[in-house]
C-alpha cells in the first residue's frame, strides 16, 4: 500500500505563491495517475488537479486553472502543485491521492483515487 505525505503548506498573503510537495513510498508510483484535492471548513472535499502517470496530461479545476500547476517527478516518486496568485478562497486543507488508474478524465471524484496522504494546511490572508 502506497503511502503519501504532503509538505509545503503554511500562511501567506494573497497574491502569494506556495509549492506543495508529496512524497510516495512504494514501488508503483509511476504506474498511476495523481492529484489534489482541497477541503475548506464546512465544504466537500473538491478536485483541484490531476496528472497523468507520465505527466503528459494534466487537468485543473476551473478556479484554479492558470495559478496553480501540478508537476510529478518519477524518479524521486514526488508530485507537487505550484500556486501561485493565491486568494483568501485558496484557503483549505490540501490533500494528495494517488488514482486508481493510469489516465485521468477532466474533472475527477474522489472514488477515484486510491490513497490520500494526512492533507497540508494553506492559508491565504487578506
Known amino acids: 500500500q502506497v503511502q503519501l505525505v504532503e509538505s509545503g503548506g503554511g500562511l501567506v498573503q494573497a497574491g502569494g505563491s506556495l509549492r506543495l510537495s508529496c512524497a510516495a513510498s512504494?514501488?508503483?508510483?509511476?504506474?498511476?495517475?495523481m492529484g489534489w484535492f482541497r477541503q475548506a471548513p464546512g465544504k466537500e472535499r473538491e478536485f483541484v488537479a490531476v496528472?497523468?502517470?507520465?505527466?503528459?496530461?494534466?487537468y485543473y479545476a476551473d478556479s484554479v486553472k492558470g495559478h496553480f500547476t501540478i508537476s510529478r517527478d518519477n524518479a524521486k516518486k514526488t508530485v507537487s502543485l505550484q500556486m501561485n496568485s493565491l486568494k483568501p478562497e485558496d484557503t483549505a486543507v490540501y490533500y494528495c491521492?494517488?488514482?486508481?488508474?493510469?489516465?485521468?478524465?477532466?474533472?475527477?471524484?474522489?472514488?477515484?483515487?486510491?490513497?490520500w496522504g494526512q492533507g497540508t494546511q494553506v492559508t491565504v490572508s487578506s
Open positions: 512504494g514501488r508503483t508510483f509511476s504506474n498511476y495517475a
Open positions: 491521492a494517488q488514482h486508481r488508474g493510469m489516465t485521468v478524465t477532466t474533472t475527477p471524484v474522489t472514488s477515484d483515487f486510491r490513497a
Open positions: 496528472i497523468s502517470w507520465s505527466g503528459g496530461t494534466t
